[in-house]
């Protein structure tokens, strides 16, 4: 029997409390271990650094970006918005790299909320730092720290049409969406206000960007893509057993 494939996770970087701790931590919601381990893959959590790069992939067969805090606007050449969060600076260096150098390897990769935006920057896309300012309304985060749910509309013959219904309901929780969008990445689906909700490179051996998420919905089929592209990535690099 084959090993299942591994699946990096990356991890927030930032104050949490536990038990009688509070302390600095590297920590992720359980929703993304479990989602991966459904689909048949072995979740490893990446800790946000510069350094290792290269040695990190070389023992991954797919990655997710997760979500969490906002993403430093001078990565995309803004001024912060007053909304916007504290930059992590450590976290936005440290997922930059290594977003860089998996899509320099081709390593199927799924983007998720934060992760999303992150890969549009990469590109050399931008950011839309308060969306209630653009669409006058706050339906992907009504509430701090519960879910939105709201319907997308996917665009058929896509890849992402391929795994999700053409009208699904998502799980949603941001307040800053897609602007000018990056080289290559081509647009999956919208919210019905107009915000960018998918894209994806066909370029690439699996490359899909979601900004609902996904771990926490009814979309196993995004992770469960992931583990068989992620699979095949690594019978590619020789690994199967």
Request: proline fraction near 7%.
């Amino acid at each position: 029997m084959s090993k299942r494939p591994v699946i990096g996770i990356t991890t927030y970087a930032q104050e949490a409390s536990w038990g009688v701790w509070q302390l600095p931590a590297a920590l992720i919601p359980l929703d993304y271990v479990e989602a991966v381990e459904r689909a048949g893959g072995r979740p490893v959590l990446i800790p946000p650094s510069e350094q290792g790069v290269a040695e990190t992939l070389e023992t991954l067969d797919g990655i997710v970006f997760s979500g969490g805090a906002d993403i430093d606007p001078s990565l995309y050449g803004a001024e912060p918005h007053p909304e916007t969060d504290t930059p992590q600076t450590r976290r936005d260096a440290g997922e930059m790299a290594l977003l860089e150098a998996a899509l320099g390897n081709d390593m199927p990769t799924l983007a998720i909320c934060r992760g999303f935006q992150l890969l549009n920057i990469a590109r050399g896309g931008d950011l839309v730092q308060h969306l209630p300012d653009e669409v006058g309304s706050d339906e992907h985060k009504k509430v701090p720290g519960v879910f939105a749910q709201h319907p997308v509309e996917v665009k058929e013959g896509t890849r992402l049409a391929s795994m999700v219904d053409a009208r699904s309901d998502v799980t949603s929780h941001h307040h800053q969406g897609i602007g000018r969008v990056g080289e290559g990445l081509v647009e999956t689906a919208w919210a019905g206000d107009g915000t960018l909700e998918g894209f994806e490179d066909p370029s690439q051996r699996f490359l899909v960007g979601v900004q609902w998420h996904p771990e926490a919905g009814e979309d196993a089929a995004l992770f469960e893509n992931l583990v068989a592209e992620a699979r095949a990535y690594r019978e590619s690099r020789g690994q199967a057993e």
